[in-house]
């Protein structure tokens, strides 16, 4: 189903440089997206791919400085995001759009649209770090590079592991073994897969600006709570040392365990203005937070795992790169997958970086510093590229 007939988004909310447009015909889609650097149709092309709760327009602050440096910069808004969403989506809607092998296809789709076979280098954050994982995995000959942002992708399942790889992390015992600690907790994943998630978290712009002027705090550099490290296991007691946004308390939905935790006054803060958090929170007003979840309900039912066991044993064939904020969970959320996205998963790896002053925003709190990191990046796999020829 096609988008309604929204415009694009107004200049006056957007830096000097970045356009913003729909393009048609996107596997069915009429999708939004952000351009910089489009002036010159043979720049090389870098696509930016956000995560959950944001939209293309994450990317604001980093765009003008990937095309000042020569490339033609594209974020879309995601399958069921922004204004790429046609409206809200049912919980009961079919999650096969959502998935993973699908997502690929709504890129290739809109690279084809832009007129181009193939980008230098697609670059993910959060939720978007995994789809950007996906599609290098899959289109190495598409996707020249790729770097990975606050999640890390931990990749494909071995071949001996492939049968275990495919349980559903809906029936995973962590579920029953976090319900009983004696502070009884849920992981985030579980909720967010619920039926509660989406009417929990929906309602008009005020009501979403104050639920996710709290969430943002909460995991960035701001919130002097988060103070990251590696896990000791996949167990209770070490998941729930991490922060409720990530380890809830059982029964307890998101907005009420991020909003006491708001900064005072609920006022805006220099990466986030009141102006910014108004366009999330008028997007996520209109089209309602379940399409954005379906994501999440994707990885739970084991259609992800899935996806990725068709590739069992494979590797990123392409240079990839990690990025995270110094005070991000988001790395160390699933232990281990850190050490295999660097070890195993990655055949060309280009190190982890974490920035100072940044939590999971990362690209949103320190623009500068994510910028000069992947520009670095595309100049050293570049040469690396021509020496391996």
């Given at each position: 189903m096609n988008a309604p007939n929204l415009p694009p988004l107004d200049d006056a909310v957007l830096p000097t440089g970045i356009r913003s447009r729909f393009v048609d015909g996107v596997n069915g889609l009429r999708m939004h997206l952000l351009e910089a650097g489009h002036e010159d149709p043979g720049r090389p092309c870098l696509l930016l791919l956000h995560g959950f709760p944001e939209l293309a327009y994450s990317w604001r602050k980093v765009m003008p400085a990937l095309a000042k440096a020569g490339y033609h910069v594209v974020a879309p808004d995601l399958r069921g995001y922004g204004r790429t969403a046609a409206g809200p989506v049912a919980y009961e809607a079919d999650l096969a759009p959502f998935r993973m092998h699908n997502l690929l296809l709504d890129l290739l789709c809109l690279i084809a649209a832009l007129g181009r076979e193939r980008v230098a280098t697609v670059i993910g954050h959060d939720f978007g770090s995994w789809v950007a994982g996906f599609c290098a995995l899959a289109r190495p000959d598409v996707f020249g590079s790729v770097v990975l942002m606050s999640a890390p992708f931990a990749g494909t399942p071995?071949?001996?592991?492939?049968?275990?790889?495919?349980?559903?992390?809906?029936?995973?015992?962590?579920?029953?073994?976090?319900?009983?600690?004696?502070?009884?907790?849920?992981?985030?994943?579980?909720?967010?897969?619920?039926?509660?998630?989406?009417?929990?978290?929906?309602?008009?712009?005020?009501?979403?600006?104050?639920?996710?002027?709290?969430?943002?705090?909460?995991?960035?550099?701001?919130?002097?709570?988060?103070?990251?490290?590696?896990?000791?296991?996949?167990?209770?007691?070490?998941?729930?040392?991490?922060?409720?946004?990530?380890?809830?308390?059982?029964?307890?939905?998101?907005p009420a365990t991020v909003v006491p935790e708001a900064p005072e006054?609920?006022?805006?803060?220099?990466?986030?203005?009141?102006?910014?958090?108004?366009?999330?929170?008028?997007?996520?007003?209109?089209?309602?937070?379940?399409?954005?979840?379906?994501?999440?309900?994707?990885?739970?039912?084991?259609?992800?795992?899935?996806?990725?066991?068709?590739?069992?044993?494979?590797?990123?064939?392409?240079?990839?790169?990690?990025?995270?904020?110094?005070?991000?969970?988001?790395?160390?959320?699933?232990?281990?997958?850190?050490?295999?996205?660097?070890?195993?998963?990655?055949?060309h790896f280009y190190g982890c970086h974490f920035v100072d002053g940044a939590g999971h925003w990362v690209q949103q709190e320190q623009p500068q510093a994510v910028a000069d990191l992947i520009l670095d990046f595309l100049r050293r796999s570049i040469d690396d590229a021509g020496h391996r020829i």
């Open positions: 071995t071949l001996d592991a492939i049968a275990e790889s495919l349980r559903p992390p809906a029936q995973d015992p962590i579920h029953a073994a976090l319900s009983g600690l004696p502070r009884p907790r849920e992981h985030y994943h579980r909720y967010f897969a619920s039926p509660a998630a989406a009417p929990d978290m929906d309602g008009n712009p005020t009501r979403v600006a104050a639920f996710l002027r709290a969430y943002f705090h909460h995991k960035s550099a701001d919130w002097p709570g988060n103070a990251p490290h590696p896990l000791a296991g996949w167990t209770p007691e070490a998941l729930a040392e991490m922060p409720t946004y990530y380890i809830m308390d059982l029964g307890r939905s998101m006054g609920g006022a805006g803060c220099a990466w986030l203005t009141d102006r910014e958090l108004a366009v999330y929170a008028t997007e996520y007003a209109r089209s309602g937070f379940q399409g954005p979840l379906q994501g999440y309900r994707c990885r739970m039912d084991g259609s992800l795992a899935r996806d990725l066991g068709r590739f069992a044993g494979g590797r990123l064939a392409v240079p990839a790169l990690f990025i995270a904020g110094h005070s991000d969970w988001g790395p160390f959320q699933a232990p281990g997958a850190l050490e295999r996205m660097g070890a195993r998963t990655c055949a």
